[in-house]
């Protein structure tokens, strides 16, 4: 019985070695003047005019899809009319990221939507997205933009993932 019980643990713990990595997808987001975003965490937390609009964290595994929504400040869930589903104002952030030969290969979208007006019969939405991919090294940087929208403003994300 002995010899069945510790031929079981050595099979179980040989099968976890095998188990996916965890996975920190760290991403930090801020907006301003684009003549004053700088890919430089340091810096571009010092400037003035340059806001932070959020820093979430994702946990995931290699190879799976990691996501997270940070709601927007002013606006609700935006309800719509069926057979539509409803749109999260806010930001959308899905990234999946896959260890590669010591490195961390990534994929993926980032969505901000704001609610521009709001009547009772319809909803305007502004929404920008873009997709995006990179190679990394284990905790390096990878900083992304948005175009710069009407009132001369950029959105830079930094993405730094790390595994556990």
């Known amino acids: 019985m002995k010899t069945t019980i510790t031929i079981a643990l050595l099979l179980i713990s040989q099968i976890s070695l095998f188990a996916h990595e965890q996975i920190t997808i760290k991403t930090k987001i801020f907006e301003g003047p684009s003549a004053i975003i700088v890919h430089d965490m340091n810096k571009l937390s010092k400037t003035k005019g340059v806001d932070a609009l959020s820093a979430p964290q994702i946990q995931t595994e290699s190879g799976k899809r990691g996501s997270v929504v940070i709601p927007g400040k002013e606006a609700p869930e935006i309800h719509a009319i069926q057979p539509f589903s409803d749109i999260a104002s806010g930001v959308t952030i899905r990234i999946v990221p896959k260890i590669e030969n010591g490195s961390i290969s990534f994929r993926g979208q980032i969505v901000v939507r704001e609610a521009v007006s709001e009547g009772k019969k319809h909803y305007e939405i502004k929404s920008r997205e873009i997709y995006v991919s990179g190679t ?20 830079a994300v930094c993405i730094k993932i790390t595994k556990e």
């Open 136 to 155: 990394q090294k284990v905790g390096e940087e990878s900083w992304f933009e948005f175009a710069e929208d009407e009132e001369g403003k950029k959105i």
